[in-house]
């Protein structure tokens, strides 16, 4: 642990400092230890290359850093891998999350700063639970899952994990409890200027027995003042507020390095527009490779990577949507719920079996994509990789099914809009029953409900579709 926290100062601060001379001295260890003939039935040799490795990536990642000051994503990436090699070592990585907490305050992520905090929060809970057993501090990580479901990735359950009474383990000044009350605060700060007002109830929730056991009441006024400024804000700014705008990102090329084929979920500010991240990303890469290297792929089709230049990199950009099973719904209701603690994530692609995207409503088929990302939004870095990718097809019949519920609901939402809003209202109706719309309602019934269809299997579809109607008309 000490050869890992005076590693990781030397690489940071040290100006003068030669990376070559230093790996050859790991490789060096690395050689004694193979060597070491007397050691080897021992374990003593395989702990000593695990400790190198990680060293090693360190290293590796720390330089990296340097490279990638001006990609915010990378450079998070990094800081995120580098404080996941310290897992081990409790007090470099409580500092690692921190840094990651200022860089991101830096970029008004306030959301994601404050995920920093509680992820240090539920770090340092889990090793204060070890040193001493109160009933009012939190279990460790698993109390934390109520704020977001990523934070039990901070149990220290391995068997490596240091016990916090050796020497010089957890010995900072945040390893205590009123340590744990400042780093919870100020997570509950940065969420209140992230707009994430449920969440900073959540978070209180683990400081109040903890103030209630010190007896802090002068504390306790101001926790409840805060609480109920949050609570005043969820009912005033409901609906206002903005959670942020989601976006894949495919990486293809060999010139990307480690991105190459990989694909991410990227959350962007509010109302960020695809020209936005698409001119900020293919400027950025343009500056790295060369402009005329550099290509947006425009639409959401599976990319075939024998079609590519080699010479070239392509950055393929998808706005995507929260996609949530029905069974889920019954518990996001709230706007809050819907924005929150999000994994899967839908795009769409229109297409024709001829090949062209758009065509007439009978021939116009539409495959819709889910992915699966690695961790839960909002969480400690603003890219999350994707882990899985499914797949589905709807013929024109579940094509013009889907669109007409999509119609109803949006007359729904129109109609019972509180206060009324006419002008809304009015804009919806032209485009449920405007004649100009070509393919509008009228038209998907002409074309699907004209006559019964020839095969039985279409049978559900076509009650479905006059369902809609039904429901539709009622509206």
């Known amino acids: 642990?000490?050869?890992?926290?005076?590693l990781a100062s030397l690489v940071g601060k040290a100006p003068d400092f030669n990376e070559e001379y230093l790996r050859r001295s790991l490789r060096t260890i690395l050689a004694y230890a193979e060597?070491?003939?007397a050691m080897q039935a021992t374990p003593f040799p395989t702990q000593v290359e695990e400790l190198l490795c990680n060293l090693n990536s360190i290293l590796y990642d720390t330089v990296k850093m340097r490279e990638f000051q001006e990609d915010p994503e990378m450079l998070t990436d990094l800081m995120y891998r580098?404080?996941?090699?310290?897992?081990?070592?409790?007090?470099?990585?409580?500092?690692?999350?921190?840094?990651?907490?200022?860089k991101h305050t830096k970029k008004k992520c306030y959301t994601e700063a404050a995920m920093c905090l509680v992820h240090a929060a539920a770090l340092v809970a889990e090793y204060l639970s070890m040193l001493e057993d109160h009933r009012?501090?939190?279990?460790?990580?698993?109390?934390?899952?109520?704020?977001?479901?990523?934070?039990?990735?901070?149990?220290?359950?391995?068997?490596d994990t240091l016990s916090p009474d050796e020497d010089g383990v957890c010995s900072g000044r945040y390893f205590t409890e009123s340590g744990l009350v400042g780093l919870l605060e100020h997570a509950a700060e940065l969420f209140?200027?992230?707009?994430?007002?449920?969440?900073?109830?959540?978070?209180?929730?683990?400081?109040?027995?903890?103030?209630?056991?010190?007896?802090?009441?002068?504390?306790?006024?101001?926790?409840?003042?805060?609480?109920?400024?949050?609570?005043?804000c969820i009912i005033s700014k409901g609906h206002k507020r903005m959670f942020g705008t989601y976006f894949r990102v495919g990486f293809y090329g060999s010139?990307?390095?480690?991105?190459?084929?990989?694909?991410?979920?990227?959350?962007?500010?509010?109302?960020?527009?695809?020209?936005?991240i698409s001119h900020r990303l293919e400027g950025f890469y343009g500056q790295c490779f060369g402009e005329e290297f550099v290509e947006v792929i425009k639409d959401s089709a599976p990319v075939d990577k024998t079609k590519l230049d080699p010479n070239k990199a392509y950055i393929q950009i998808t706005f995507v949507e929260p996609y949530f099973d029905e069974y889920e719904m019954k518990d996001r209701v709230t706007y809050f719920e819907k924005n929150f603690n999000?994994?899967?994530?839908?795009?769409?692609?229109?297409?024709?079996l001829e090949g062209r995207p758009r065509g007439e409503l009978h021939e116009q088929y539409r495959r819709n994509t889910v992915l699966t990302t690695g961790h839960a939004f909002p969480y400690i870095k603003t890219r999350i990789s994707v882990i899985q990718k499914e797949e589905f097809v709807l013929t024109p019949i579940e094509v013009a099914i889907e669109d007409m519920k999509k119609k109803t609901l949006q007359l729904a939402v129109a109609i019972n809009q509180e206060p009324p809003d006419a002008k809304m209202l009015q804009m919806v109706l032209q485009g449920s029953v405007g004649a100009t719309v070509?393919?509008?309602?009228?038209?998907?019934?002409?074309?699907?409900?004209?006559?019964?269809?020839?095969?039985?299997?279409l049978y559900r579809h076509h009650n479905k579709l006059r369902l809609c109607f039904k429901e539709f008309i009622m509206r």
């Open 1 to 6: 642990m000490q050869v890992t926290m005076s």
């Open 35 to 37: 060597e070491d003939t």
């Open 82 to 102: 580098i404080a996941k090699s310290y897992q081990t070592s409790p007090d470099l990585r409580l500092t690692w999350l921190q840094n990651m907490a200022e």
């Open 136 to 159: 009012y501090l939190p279990v460790g990580s698993v109390s934390f899952q109520n704020i977001s479901s990523n934070v039990l990735e901070e149990s220290a359950v391995s068997d």
């Open 192 to 232: 209140s200027t992230g707009g994430l007002y449920e969440t900073v109830n959540e978070v209180y929730k683990l400081v109040i027995p903890i103030l209630e056991a010190h007896r802090d009441f002068r504390k306790l006024t101001s926790t409840h003042d805060k609480l109920q400024k949050a609570f005043d």
């Open 255 to 276: 010139k990307f390095g480690d991105l190459d084929e990989q694909e991410f979920v990227y959350k962007e500010p509010a109302i960020t527009k695809l020209p936005e």
């Open 342 to 352: 999000l994994r899967r994530f839908m795009y769409t692609t229109p297409f024709t």
């Open 438 to 457: 070509n393919q509008g309602p009228l038209e998907v019934a002409q074309v699907f409900l004209a006559e019964i269809p020839a095969d039985p299997r």
